[in-house]
């Protein structure tokens, strides 16, 4: 089936310019996560979705960072006013429901490059 | 807080060869869950293997294996009979047992296996 997919692969925007990025999960999973991966190190835990509700979202860095989630399905990471340390790979990952027994399955990122 | 340490940024090996990929973590729970995740050139994240705390029993996947030391806090991972498709990023991640059960990352090993 199809896995977890990510859009744009690659974004590059101005400093100071909203920027969307979108993750499709796996069909059905209802747990999502979305990371943060700089160059050079591992990826960092943002949000976490439980469904349609932001269930924890004590990663985000600021007010700058939003995330939601509507239908409990696509999920939009959504950055204001970008700062050219925004710049990272945006990693989201799903699994079937909340717990260390279901895997996280992870798409492929967005690179985000702010100039 | 939770964090987790890869001491080796870079490791090669000869194909067909063994190589061991060292981890050491930091954590207050009793109750956790270890991961080692590859992650090639593509981005996308893949689950090697899985440990929970409470089972003494090192686990085995194949041509990986671990070398699980609660009390020295201690998660290295083995490789088997390297292979060329096993050239990768390599993260060491942790889990709490509650919680929205995301992922801790290490900064990561880069291994290539050399021809």
């Known amino acids: 089936g199809a896995g977890v997919s990510q859009t744009p692969s690659n974004k590059v925007t101005e400093k100071g310019k909203y920027v969307e990025l979108r993750c499709d999960p796996i069909?059905?999973?209802?747990?999502l996560y979305w990371y943060r991966q700089s160059l050079g190190q591992g990826p960092e835990f943002l949000i976490y979705f439980q469904g349609t509700g932001a269930a924890d979202d004590s990663g985000l860095p600021n007010d700058r960072f939003f995330a939601v989630r509507p239908e409990g399905s696509v999920s939009t990471l959504k950055i204001q006013r970008t700062e050219r340390g925004d710049s990272a790979v945006y990693l989201c990952?799903?699994?079937?429901?909340?717990?260390?027994?279901?895997?996280?399955?992870f798409g492929p990122g967005t690179r985000l490059t702010v100039l | 807080a939770q964090t987790v340490t890869q001491s080796q940024p870079e490791m090669s090996v000869q194909e067909a060869e063994t190589v061991t990929l060292s981890c050491t973590y930091d954590t207050s729970e009793n109750n956790y869950y270890l991961f080692w995740y590859k992650q090639p050139p593509s981005r996308q994240m893949i689950l090697v293997i899985r440990?929970?705390?409470?089972?003494?029993q090192n686990a085995t996947e194949n041509r990986f294996s671990v070398n699980f030391q609660k009390a020295a806090k201690s998660f290295s991972l083995k490789i088997s009979d390297s292979q060329l498709g096993d050239t990768a990023m390599y993260f060491c991640?942790?889990?709490?047992?509650?919680?929205?059960?995301?992922?801790?990352f290490g900064t990561g090993t880069r291994l290539t296996v050399i021809p």
């Open positions: 440990q929970e705390a409470y089972k003494q």
């Open positions: 990952a799903s699994s079937q429901r909340r717990g260390a027994y279901n895997e996280q399955f």
């Open positions: 991640a942790f889990m709490k047992a509650t919680g929205a059960n995301n992922l801790f």
């Open positions: 069909s059905g999973h209802t747990a």
